[in-house]
């Protein structure tokens, strides 16, 4: 493990094999179908996002959340697949958190040039939880700006299977993504957010 920046914390390969993982993102994503989502401002976000676990975080006109029940289906989201959760429990107490348990992980999906910009985590009820990052698929440059989200960022090249976990004065730090380096990039976001 190696830290990025204080409290953010890289486990390359951690996720490795991606095989079982990627399975399991195919089994939700046909319960709960990825789906492009609308800023409150009403923009479309480039990437493709679902759930599963107790609640799923969910943005439209009436702001950014966590909905228990998905808006599209009206089913619960699918829970959150053991193969997942004993990946993110392990990762995160490799990173130095000996209780983390997630109740919710966030499924992105980059098409094309889809990206995620500048942004941070912060519709979460738990700050002192960790957030678990898990990429699948196509590499991806991520990009660390920390306190401000001006400034250059950190670049880390995130390839299937590398795990993030940050959190403690890290936890609401800015983030992003750049677009997928050909093909279709994964993305896991464990959270506590209950
Ligand atoms: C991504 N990730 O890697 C986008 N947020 O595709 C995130 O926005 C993110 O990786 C919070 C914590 C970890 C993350
Ligand atoms: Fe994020």
Redesign the pocket.
Known sequence: MIFVAPEVALLRGFGVPTGPLEEAVDSISRAAPFRQLRTPGGRPMS?QQTNCGDCGWYSDSAGYRYETFDPLTGHPWPPMPEAFRHLAVDAARRAGYAHYDPDTCLL?R?VDGAR?GA???ADERDFTQP???V?LGAA?T?LWYGEARKGSPVRIR?EPGDV?V?GRSARLGY???QPPEGGT?F?L?FRRAR
């Open positions: 990437a992105n980059y995620m942004h941070r985590d957030i678990v990052s990429t991806a991520f995130l993030l940050w983030h992003g993504v990039r993305n976001t």
